[in-house]
């Protein structure tokens, strides 16, 4: 059983910087893809961005890819998501989320641990 704990949410003005941190706990962090989604009031939950558990292959959801960058950290147990020229459209919760091996895919329903979030807010 993996734990999830993101953090590094917040309030900032559009064009600002944030990096999230997503903890796990559990088994070998370094077995698990992890990714980050996001979900929007009143919209779906949506695939931000994705890295294999070697931390060698990444997946970016295409209209982000250009401001957004994920990393890890195996020896820390921690995945990163940096979060650049912050938009109003950004405004989201943000969660991390791991699967066992395999490639960072989109589907949500492909990776089996989620936390519990962390709020980002863009003021315009």
């Known amino acids: 059983q993996v734990q999830l704990v993101e953090s590094g949410g917040g309030l900032v003005q559009a064009g600002g910087s944030l990096r999230l941190s997503c903890a796990a706990s559990?088994?070998?962090?370094?077995?698990?893809?992890m990714g980050w989604f996001r979900q929007a009031p009143g919209l779906e939950r949506e695939f931000v961005a994705g890295?294999?558990?070697?931390?060698?292959?990444?997946n970016y959801r295409d209209n982000v890819k250009d401001r957004f960058t994920i990393s890890r950290d195996n020896a820390k147990n921690t995945v990163y998501l940096q979060i650049n020229s912050l938009k109003p459209d950004d405004t989201a919760v943000y969660y991390c989320a791991a699967r066992f091996l395999g490639t960072p895919t989109s589907r949500a329903a492909d990776y089996n641990y989620w936390g519990q979030g962390t709020q980002v807010t863009v003021s315009s």
């Open positions: 890295i294999a558990w070697r931390g060698g292959y990444t």
């Open positions: 559990g088994p070998p962090f370094d077995t698990y893809t």
